[in-house]
Antibody, heavy 120, light 107 residues
Framework: EVQLLESGGGLVQPGGSLRLSCAAS????????MGWVRQAPGKGLEWVSI????????DYADSVKGRFAISRDNSKNTLYLQMNSLRAEDTAVYYC?????????????WGQGTLVTVSA | EIVMTQSPATLSVSPGERATLSCRAS??????LAWYQQKPGQAPSLLIY???TRATGIPARFSGSGSGTEFTLTISSLQTEDFAVYYC?????????FGQGTRLEIK
């Protein structure tokens, strides 16, 4: 059974930093691109970042470019999102998700999410 | 960036009836369109990919159609567990983008 388990969310002050983790199991982690998608309270879904299976290729939404960094450790089956210079508008539930090319690039598996609150 | 527009924002339908949800892309995305269902307090789950292919385990009452810029998600004979928010997502161009969602509520 595929499982994605996010952790690391919490309350942080504006300008602060936080690192999210996503522990994966039940599939060959290194074979799949992984992404982060966030959802502000009461709002829709926003793609944040993506990383290739091997970790050599990354991309970011303009809203987080230069502040967030995605990475992965395939030996630990874990995905990360380092978030710096956090702003109030970064407050959201952050989901990690598996992007499957054979599913036309859609996000097939999702974690349960971790809440990040940026507030003084 | 491709803008995805869903309509209506809210759809009220009685159980057992058919629901039709629409999604429009600001430019062609071919068939690279996915639909997700999200229930309160839960993560989104994949329903349809490639515009019309049901994901594993998705009941046949869910069907997707369309290509280019116009897409439809149809749910025939609504069950109580189908009342949720539905999002479309274009997977054709980066950044991938989502529609704002359609809330399907019980009439």
């Amino acid at each position: 059974e595929v499982q994605l388990l996010e952790s690391g969310g919490g309350l942080v002050q504006p300008g602060g930093s936080l690192r999210l983790s996503c522990a994966a199991s039940g599939f060959t982690f290194s074979n799949y691109a992984m992404g982060w998608v966030r959802q502000a309270p009461g709002k829709g879904l926003e793609w944040v970042s993506i990383i290739s299976g091997g970790g050599s290729s990354t991309d970011y939404a303009d809203s987080v470019k230069g502040r967030f960094a995605i990475s992965r450790d395939n030996s630990k089956n874990t995905l990360y999102l380092q978030m710096n210079s956090l702003r109030a508008e970064d407050t959201a539930v952050y989901y990690c998700a598996t992007r499957v090319s054979s599913y036309a690039g859609s996000f097939k598996y999702w974690g349960q999410g971790t809440l990040v609150t940026v507030s003084a | 960036e491709i803008v995805m527009t869903q309509s209506p924002a809210t759809l009220s339908v009685s159980p057992g009836e058919r629901a039709t949800l629409s999604c429009r892309a600001s430019q062609s995305v071919g068939s690279n369109l996915a639909w997700y269902q999200q229930k309160p307090g839960q993560a989104p789950s994949l329903l349809i990919y490639g515009a019309s292919t049901r994901a594993t385990g998705i009941p046949a009452r869910f069907s997707g159609s369309g290509s280019g810029t116009e897409f439809t998600l149809t749910i025939s004979s609504l069950q109580t567990e189908d009342f949720a928010v539905y999002y479309c997502q274009q997977c054709d161009n980066w950044p991938v983008t989502f529609g704002q969602g359609t809330r399907l509520e019980i009439k």
